[in-house]
């Protein structure tokens, strides 16, 4: 008789960003908490990247627990309007994907 080891299901992490909404007059900064949380045992390194805007994360690598600042900069020249923002998290076998809206106002 043989007995199959099944093989390892990776563990997933999870992804939130707050708020969900932020509304920021042109030419001002708009920040977004993102938190990364794993059960025991999850170890990787996680790559985050940003689709919508234009912006940076105080740290774009991270290994959950963690968390770090999204920073998106709008131009007095935004045209007022509501803008989804994606963004992804992933490591070799993962991917996460949350998506908030800025909402820029005439300034």
Not at 57 to 64: A, E, G, K
Not at 77 to 96: F, H, N, Q, S, W
Not at 100 to 107: D, R, S
């Amino acid at each position: 008789m043989h007995d199959a080891t099944p093989a390892a299901t990776p563990v997933d992490f999870s992804i939130t960003v707050a708020p969900g909404r932020k509304r920021v007059d042109q030419g001002a900064t708009a920040r977004y908490t993102v938190s990364l949380g794993a059960p025991a045992g999850f170890s990787d390194e996680v790559r985050l990247s940003l689709g919508g805007a234009t912006g940076r994360f105080s740290r774009d690598r991270v290994r959950p627990p963690a968390s770090t600042v999204l920073t998106v900069t709008t131009s007095r020249k935004t045209v007022p309007g509501t803008y989804p923002i994606r963004v992804t998290a992933r490591t070799e076998e993962r991917v996460g994907r949350v998506r908030v809206m800025l909402v820029v106002t005439p300034a």
